[in-house]
């Protein structure tokens, strides 16, 4: 039996919740294993941030790469006391690092972010393996770098497949341990520059492992006790989703919620591997299966977008919208990488929702302003409501909406934020 374990960053957050991965390792039953690591709760942002200082020659870059450094080295003094083997990896690893932002930047920053960041994910497995073999969990640590291999274009590479998979097909030859430790979100170039996965990232990484590896099932371990039917933080009866479909989940990823992002869920259908979401914090709980079961029952399921943006496209002499207007109009968002949250259509208007992003609505509006009257109103929230019943529907009687749209399964509406 081959699992995937993918833990993120907040899994990662503390000594206490790396102790805690150490448990659930012990308590769980495979013949063999793979751990996808993140990097530590909130080093992606600051390598982010510290590959801006980079690039923009602030004096403070390394200064804040220190205290970085500092950071990883306080949770190495609390978790793993015998670690001069370890120690020396990781000042090679903080010492490269340390050498490329004392270059000048490339052009491409993309390029510049990329060979910043995977330092997180490297240091993280790093210290996540030496730990799990201090408490006699033998492992081996892998650099995914050399298996998971992708094209150059920086911070949201596409996999190679073909090379992906060759590769893959060693990865068990090449280590004896049958527990691996690897990173999530990086990868490598064909010119063997570091790149990474985009967004969710390490979930696509344990999707891509989980798939070419044929596993029995992935497991993402994070600080919620499933896929809830809505947001508990905004909604006091949320509740846990014991099953969900592969379609359902696309669904709700699709219109915006944190559930598993679309291009992780892909690998998976296409092997029908189950997938889990349980909480590290209470691992001997179920959590939510996520599998090709179709005909569920479910609740409501509520998905809310904030900072959303409306524009509205309408002719200027009073004809119809025509479909050279809706390929216009459609281009003009392609070309910018927009994804639209809701569209509408009326006899002489064309009306999009999006996130909002003042840049891109000033570029869109500048290309367009000469073809279409465009209004554009911002500050809006746009829920999605899977499932909806005639309380749903009654309950928006009691509310302002600007926007509305329904089918038999699905309704979304907008209202001020």
């Not at 150490?22 to 495979?30: A, L, S, T, V, W």
């Not at 932002?101 to 030496?130: A, C, K, N």
């Not at 949320?238 to 892909?266: D, N």
């Not at 296409?270 to 590290?280: A, L, T």
Request: with cysteine; net charge negative.
């Amino acid at each position: 039996m081959i699992k995937i374990f993918k833990f993120g960053g907040a899994a990662l957050g503390n000594v206490e919740r790396i102790r805690a991965l150490c448990e659930i390792i012990q308590n769980e039953e495979y013949d063999r294993l793979v751990i996808v690591c993140s990097a530590f709760q909130n080093v992606t942002n600051e390598l982010t941030a510290l590959a801006k200082s980079y690039y923009q020659h602030k004096e403070n870059t390394l200064e804040d790469f220190h205290k970085l450094k500092a950071k990883h080295h306080q949770v190495l003094d609390h978790l793993v006391p015998n670690r001069q083997d370890l120690q020396d990896d990781l000042n090679d690893l903080f010492m490269e690092t340390e050498w490329f932002i004392e270059d000048q930047p490339e052009e491409d920053f993309s390029y510049s972010l990329d060979q910043i960041l995977v330092t997180g994910e490297i240091i993280s497995s790093r210290i996540v393996s030496h730990f799990l073999n201090q408490q006699s969990i033998d492992n081996n640590w892998v650099d995914i770098r050399d298996y998971i291999i992708t094209d150059n274009k920086y911070n949201n590479a596409n996999v190679l497949w073909t090379e992906t998979e060759m590769r893959l097909k060693k990865l068990w030859d090449n280590h004896t341990s049958k527990i691996l430790v690897t990173q999530g979100f990086i990868a490598s170039s064909t010119e063997n520059f570091s790149t990474t996965l985009g967004r969710e990232g390490s979930d696509y990484t344990a999707s891509i492992l989980s798939s070419r590896l044929q596993a029995d099932s992935v497991t993402f371990w994070k600080d919620v006790p499933g896929i809830m039917s809505s947001d508990p933080k905004l909604d006091m009866g949320a509740t846990k989703l014991k099953k969900l479909s592969y379609e359902e989940a696309i669904e709700m990823t699709y219109y915006g919620a944190k559930v598993i992002h679309p291009k992780t869920i892909k690998p998976i259908i296409k092997q029908e591997i189950p997938f889990f979401v349980k909480s590290f914090l209470h691992p001997n709980e179920l959590g939510t299966t996520i599998s090709s079961e179709e005909n569920l029952e479910y609740p409501p399921l509520t998905v809310i977008k904030k900072d959303q943006s409306v524009l509205i496209f309408k002719t200027k002499d009073y004809s119809h919208i025509s479909s050279k207007d809706s390929s216009r109009i459609f281009d003009s968002l392609a070309n910018n990488h927009v994804k639209a949250n809701l569209i509408m259509t009326k006899a002489r208007e064309i009306i999009i929702c999006l996130d909002h992003n003042e840049a891109v609505i000033n570029e869109i509006k500048e290309t367009l302003n000469n073809h279409y009257n465009i209004n554009i109103h911002m500050n809006l929230r746009l829920t999605t409501v899977r499932h909806y019943t005639a309380n749903t529907l009654d309950e928006l009687k009691m509310k302002s909406i600007k926007y509305q749209m329904q089918d038999g399964t699905t309704l979304q509406y907008l209202c001020s934020d």
